[in-house]
């Protein structure tokens, strides 16, 4: 699991994005959420060791600044916000390149069979010899999320992977990452702007707000009218739904906003 502890990083001298973090990521499903600018993505960048911070991050007792980025790649993959490129690969070349460190000049039958296996679950069988060119965006995150999967790592990172993903594919997404977190024992860490999504699915949610420490825990220890009001600035009601989760109900900014009078 994931241990921060005193985290700082600025993009200049003068404005700390993050401020002696610490924090613990637990087991299965964390979701991040917060306002525009709380340094949500720099956090999971600091994670992975694409931006040089002070502090530490350890995965279980290991210190990941000490280790290099091949041996950190076997523990973790990040899927940073963004579309994919387009490339004249197929949908099962792309997927097949995320085995590239044990891939060989002639493929074995167990390879092959996992690839299809993935894009089964991916419901992404039948688009297998497409090229990328020619999906749709959110056909594209797909991929690109079966092509981590693939790997198999010990934590998998996700920034808004449900950007480009219609409704029906957000929750089949959700639903297979809860399946994996179930059968293939992989913690997620992500970062999410709908909060109606993080508290359905989130096993523990962890709320950014800048300049102030995070809360965390689950989802109905932490939303609450307070919260919201303190952290996004809206006037909101909640519901509970008949497996009693609590579903936000955004109904105004606090802000009182006349252009005209």
Not at 20 to 33: A, E, G, R
Not at 49 to 67: C, I, N, P, R
Not at 148 to 162: A, G, N, S, V
Request: charged share 25%.
């Amino acid at each position: 699991m994931i241990r921060i502890e005193n985290l700082t990083f600025a993009y200049n001298k003068n404005e700390k994005i993050l401020k002696d973090l610490s924090l613990m990521f637990d087991k299965d499903l964390n979701i991040i959420i917060g306002p525009n600018a709380c340094g949500k993505s720099t956090l999971l960048k600091c994670i992975f060791g694409l931006f040089k911070y002070e502090g530490k991050v350890f995965w279980q007792d290991q210190d990941l600044s000490k280790l290099s980025f091949e041996e950190k790649s076997k523990i973790m993959a990040y899927l940073p916000q963004g579309d994919v490129r387009d490339t004249s690969l197929t949908v099962f070349e792309t997927v097949l390149l995320g085995k590239v460190s044990s891939l060989n000049w002639k493929l074995r039958n167990d390879q092959l069979e996992e690839v299809y296996n993935i894009l089964d679950i991916m419901n992404l069988l039948p688009l297998y010899n497409k090229k990328l060119s020619e999906l749709s965006g959110g056909q594209k995150k797909l991929v690109t999320i079966a092509q981590t999967l693939i790997r198999q790592p010990k934590l998998i990172i996700m920034d808004e992977p449900t950007n480009n993903l219609d409704i029906q594919k957000q929750l089949e997404l959700f639903e297979i990452v809860k399946q994996i977190i179930k059968h293939k024992k992989i913690q997620f860490i992500m970062v999410l702007h709908d909060i109606n999504l993080s508290v359905k699915y989130a096993d523990k949610l962890i709320v950014m707000n800048r300049g102030k420490k995070p809360t965390y825990g689950r989802p109905d220890q932490i939303i609450s009218s307070n919260m919201l009001k303190e952290v996004y600035g809206i006037n909101s009601k909640l519901i509970l739904d008949e497996d009693k989760k609590t579903y936000v109900v955004a109904e105004s900014s606090v802000n009182n906003i006349s252009l005209f009078e």
